[in-house]
């Protein structure tokens, strides 16, 4: 099924997280999803303004959330000051932000968000667990191997296998020194087993950065290219993303990475199963703001901004 898009006017923790910001309550409220805004400045000032005309009483960001290149000062020189006027406008008001890092995020920059945390102003939760409001979200940063060199947040997917023209993750460029033996070994399979467990999953949330496998959320602009004459796949998600939903079938998962997708499909929206795939990654000046009800998240909305 496909969603309409609308333009207005206008390392490795398996712990489950706890804060203050937990809000107490049955399931459902009105939640915003965000992703891929990259350190633009116009983007995160539409957001905050869109949590002030309508306050939500989540918000979740699906990583690649910093300027490229990289600014070292981005997270507390821009993000905590305008979360702190967020926090003081609001009040009790103020949602519960849950959020990862994308793949193009530098992993050296970890640590300010978790200070982020510490400060309360959201929940950081890559390979981790929240209980919010009768669901359990989880959160996981990874992908699998593209041709980009930044290598902090990609992981084998299924095997030690890597798509033509893509980079290893034993390759490339690091922020944070790795363990070499999980660099060699992990994999995106491995780490979703031990972040969930065996325990159900058909009341989660899951944000992710990367989409699902041959979806309509992970579709490249690929076609016709060629690296070392072997044809490239459009689809770039992920294999073990996809699987674990056809197998565990969560409520509903959150995906970014690919940008240009919803523009080739004309899609952003599915289902695998049971299961409700949103993406919210955009190719254009604005950004995606997707609204949802945690108790009918098939009736999620998307606007550009």
């Known amino acids: 099924m496909s969603g309409k898009e609308s333009?207005?006017?206008?390392?490795?923790?398996?712990?489950?997280?706890?804060?203050?910001?937990?809000?107490?309550?049955?399931i459902?409220?009105?939640?915003?999803?965000?992703?891929?805004?990259?350190?633009?400045?116009?983007?995160?000032?539409?957001?905050?303004?869109?949590?002030?005309?309508?306050?939500?009483?989540?918000?979740?960001?699906?990583?690649?959330?910093?300027?490229?290149?990289?600014?070292?000062t981005f997270v507390e020189s821009y993000l905590?000051?305008?979360?702190?006027?967020?926090?003081?406008?609001?009040?009790?008001?103020?949602?519960?932000?849950?959020v990862i890092l994308g793949n193009d995020d530098?992993?050296?920059?970890?640590?300010a968000f978790q200070k982020g945390e510490e400060l309360g102003f959201w929940i950081y939760i890559h390979n981790r667990r929240h209980f919010f409001r009768g669901a359990?979200?989880?959160?996981?940063?990874?992908?699998?191997?593209?041709?980009?060199?930044?290598?902090?947040?990609?992981?084998?997917?299924?095997?030690r296998y890597c798509d033509p023209g893509c980079?290893?993750?034993?390759?490339?460029?690091?922020?944070?020194?790795?363990?070499?033996?999980?660099?060699?070994?992990?994999?995106?399979?491995?780490?979703?087993?031990?972040l969930t467990g065996a325990e159900p999953v058909d009341s989660g949330v899951f944000l992710f950065h990367s989409p699902p496998y041959k979806t309509c959320l992970d579709r490249a602009a690929l076609d016709g290219r060629q690296f070392d004459f072997a044809p490239l796949d459009v689809h770039i998600g992920s294999i073990a993303i996809r699987?674990?939903?056809?197998t565990r079938q969560p409520l509903l998962t959150l995906h970014g990475h690919v940008h240009e997708s919803a523009r080739l499909t004309g899609q952003w929206k599915t289902t695998i199963g049971r299961?409700?795939?949103?993406?919210?990654?955009?190719?254009?000046?604005?950004?995606?703001?997707v609204r949802f009800d945690l108790a009918a998240p098939i009736e999620a909305t998307r606007e550009l901004l």
């Open 7 to 26: 333009r207005p006017n206008t390392e490795r923790s398996t712990k489950s997280s706890t804060s203050a910001l937990d809000l107490p309550g049955p």
């Open 28 to 72: 459902g409220g009105l939640c915003f999803f965000v992703s891929d805004l990259h350190g633009v400045v116009s983007r995160y000032e539409k957001l905050f303004q869109a949590i002030l005309n309508d306050p939500p009483v989540a918000v979740f960001m699906g990583g690649d959330l910093l300027p490229h290149p990289a600014d070292s």
């Open 80 to 98: 905590f000051p305008e979360l702190s006027r967020l926090r003081e406008k609001l009040g009790r008001s103020y949602p519960v932000f849950q």
């Open 106 to 111: 530098p992993r050296c920059f970890e640590p």
């Open 136 to 159: 359990t979200v989880y959160g996981y940063s990874c992908v699998p191997p593209t041709p980009f060199l930044l290598k902090d947040w990609e992981r084998y997917d299924v095997s």
């Open 167 to 194: 980079v290893s993750p034993e390759e490339g460029v690091r922020t944070v020194e790795p363990d070499r033996g999980d660099t060699k070994w992990g994999t995106i399979t491995g780490d979703l087993e031990r």
């Open 243 to 246: 699987r674990f939903i056809e």
């Open 275 to 289: 299961t409700v795939c949103v993406g919210a990654a955009h190719d254009g000046p604005e950004f995606a703001l």
